[in-house]
């Protein structure tokens, strides 16, 4: 994860205001895109149990939103919110990938562009799925990374040259603009963001109220033609489970194989099948982790921490922690210990 910033207005239980994250829908939206949002936001809490965001749904215009599905959202509010939000996040419409004249041309109507125009400099602003067609009709995204959904891949690179896309991955950070590539990605970006505004603790809580897997990383291949296993097909589940009660051992695929009496081979193929990603791959992610909230939660040593997450040495989990942040242990922890914020 590169280019995480500073999120200004992250809230503290000492009594500063909540972090506002206003969803900027567009007829034709997708509910559940919509949900996702202030599902996962609006169930992050501070220690004491408070809630640290406040959330607002805006309209180009306030009163009754059409959605992609049979029933409609009443919309209480305009674009003026948009002006106090600290962070804005643009879901999906069908109009983004309708057929003709319907189809959004890869520019602002007036109205949007007007709307736009009021969100504050230095707001975080993201796009879920095809909501990155509005945020690089704007120029938010020129010569940044991005993603959006797959099938819309060819349309949005006719459209927007400019734009570095990536296809094959789950949410792109740019820093103030970040991009999650449809539907449920958007929890895996919701879940980033507030993990960079409060850390790996209450990302996790969240999840775990949600009952989602707490982090997979953007980089992580978006799910394309991948079959379901048939239900009566072992999975890997019992051994990535046990992996994580013992991340602090050394771990190999064999030894994870063996829980699920799978060859290596069938078992790499059958955790790539569920997971997207190999079981070294996922089992490097767990172990960061498991070292960034150590990190965070304790005045544990980085050598014990190396030891506990099952890096081994200090120097492994500084190589580890800074190719994933780009930061040492001792900044990562300095950084949480101060001002709330992802390194």
């Known amino acids: 994860m590169t280019g995480e910033t500073v999120v200004s207005a992250s809230v503290k239980a000492s009594g500063i205001r909540r972090h506002r994250v206003a969803v900027l829908v567009r007829h034709g939206l997708l509910p559940i895109e919509v949900g996702i949002v202030h599902r996962i936001f609006g ?23 059409r959605t992609d599905t049979d029933f409609t959202v009443n919309v209480a509010h305009g674009v003026e919110v948009l002006g106090e939000a600290d962070t804005v996040v643009v879901p999906a419409s069908e109009v983004d990938y309708a057929p003709g004249e319907e189809r959004n041309a890869g520019r602002l109507s007036p109205a949007m562009a007007d709307a736009l125009g009021r969100i504050r400099p230095g707001t975080r602003i993201a796009s879920i799925c ?14 940044r990374r991005a993603t959006t959904h797959w099938r819309s891949v060819d349309d949005f690179r006719r459209l927007f040259p400019a734009v570095d896309l990536d296809a094959d991955v789950l949410y792109t950070d740019e820093g103030d603009v970040l991009t999650a590539a449809g539907v449920a ?7 980033h963001m507030i993990r960079c505004d409060h850390g790996a603790a209450v990302a996790n809580d969240v999840a775990r109220r ?7 990383e953007g980089g992580q291949a978006q799910y394309i033609r991948r079959p379901v296993p048939e239900p009566q097909v072992s999975s890997t589940g019992a051994a990535r ?8 051992r050394p771990l190999t695929l064999r030894e994870l194989a063996a829980r699920e009496a799978m060859s290596v081979r069938t078992f790499t193929r059958r955790f790539r099948e569920e997971v997207g990603i190999s ?11 498991r070292a960034r909230q150590l990190l965070e939660e304790t005045d544990l040593t980085v050598d014990r921490i190396a030891a506990e997450a099952g890096f081994g040495t200090a120097a492994s989990l500084r190589q580890h922690l800074h190719a994933a942040l780009g930061v040492s242990p001792r900044a990562y922890r300095s950084t949480f210990r101060g001002a709330l914020r992802c390194a």
Not at 210 to 216: D, G, N, S
């Open 43 to 65: 169930e992050a809490r501070s220690a004491a149990g408070e809630r640290l965001y406040e959330m607002v749904t805006c309209a180009l215009e306030p009163g009754e939103v």
């Open 241 to 248: 489970a046990w992996a994580l009660e013992h991340l602090g």
């Open 210 to 216: 949600t009952v989602v897997p707490p982090h997979r």
């Open 130 to 143: 095809t909501g990155a067609f509005v945020l690089a009709a704007a120029g938010l995204l020129d010569g």
């Open 185 to 191: 990605s958007g929890i895996d970006l919701c879940l």
């Open 279 to 289: 079981p070294l791959q996922w089992l490097t992610q767990q172990r960061i982790e």
